[in-house]
């Protein structure tokens, strides 16, 4: 039903940025909660951060004053804002659609998009 499409990864020194987006097909987009994920070689996948229907924004304490997340409604796309990028981001990243909150915080979808590759060099 939803296909996603994640765009914006590629190569990066360390203290650079990057612009991820997480564009939306066939969906209600502007009643859907989003998240992105992350999952480095070897490790689990793990939010990174989340952003209701309604706007609030939630994110993980190792990315909390860099990384900003944001939805554009009209466009049907999430974007994450990645700043004073570290080594230790490099990851792929994945966005999810229509996760729901609990007292656990965001929890995932069944729908994720094929991923966008960030790679952080020293």
């Known amino acids: 039903q939803v296909q996603l499409v994640e765009s914006g990864g590629g190569l990066v020194q360390a203290g650079g940025s990057l612009r991820l987006s997480c564009a939306a097909s066939?969906?209600?987009?502007?009643?859907?909660?989003i998240g992105w994920y992350r999952q480095a070689l070897g490790k689990q996948r793990e939010l990174v951060a989340a952003?209701?229907?309604?706007?609030?924004?939630n994110y993980a304490s190792s990315v909390k004053g860099r990384f900003t997340i944001s939805r554009d409604n009209a466009k049907n796309t999430v974007y994450l804002q990645m700043n004073s990028l570290k080594p230790e981001d490099t990851a792929v990243y994945y966005c999810?659609?229509?996760?729901?909150?609990?007292?656990?915080?965001?929890?995932?979808?069944?729908?994720w998009g094929q991923g966008t590759q960030v790679t952080v060099s020293s």
């Open positions: 066939g969906s209600t987009f502007s009643i859907s909660n």
């Open positions: 999810n659609y229509g996760g729901y909150y609990s007292g656990r915080g965001y929890a995932p979808s069944g729908s």
């Open positions: 952003i209701s229907r309604g706007g609030s924004s």
